[in-house]
């Protein structure tokens, strides 16, 4: 999760699912070719731009199941940088905030004493191959995809404020 960087490497656009990346070798910008990298576990970090990992926490939720528990995600969903998803583990929130501790440079200033999560975090299939509303039962990014999908799962969903 913070490693060190490499020189003369063109990395403004990383897409995902990449296995090899173009590395501009050479002394100068006048002499520099660009040559393909084969990405591996042991390389990988140093051409993930922004860290990806760095740059949100998931928090566990419990399952939605009634009106009143999708209005409450409703809720949360609506502020800024919160998005919810259900994957074979269930429900979570996710919230894109980068972490304090990561450097301009892509390290981490707490690397020694980085948290448990953050040593474990395996760089074998991570967010560098994949983005996070890939493979997930449900992904919702905003207020309007929740909603619409409410209303597909509950006949009731656009009279649930008026009273019987
Ligand atoms: S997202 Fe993956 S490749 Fe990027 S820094 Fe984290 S572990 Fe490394
Ligand atoms: S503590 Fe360090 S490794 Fe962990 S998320 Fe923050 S910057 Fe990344």
Redesign the pocket.
């Known amino acids: 999760?913070?490693r060190p960087k490499q020189d003369f490497i063109d990395i403004a656009q990383v897409p995902t699912r990449v296995k090899t990346i173009a590395v501009k070798v050479g002394r100068d910008s006048a002499n520099q070719k660009k040559k393909p990298v084969k990405i591996t576990t042991d390389n990988k970090c140093s051409f993930c731009t922004g860290?990806k990992?760095?740059q949100y926490i998931t928090s566990s939720i419990d399952s939605p199941r009634s009106i009143r528990d999708y209005d409450f995600l409703l809720w949360q969903i609506s502020h800024r940088n919160i998005h919810i998803f259900k994957d074979k583990g269930g429900w979570y929130l996710i919230v894109y905030q980068?972490?304090?501790?990561?450097?301009s440079t892509g390290?981490?200033?707490?690397?020694e004493k980085?948290?448990f999560?953050?040593?474990e975090?395996d760089n074998k299939e991570c967010e560098f191959n994949a983005r996070h509303d890939e493979g997930c039962d449900l992904y919702f990014r905003d207020y309007h995809s929740l909603d619409q999908y409410c209303r597909g799962k509950f006949k009731s969903w656009d009279n649930r404020f008026s009273k019987n």
């Open positions: 999760m913070s860290s990992c760095c980068q972490c304090e501790h990561l450097e390290r981490c200033s707490i690397y980085r948290p999560i953050c040593r975090h």
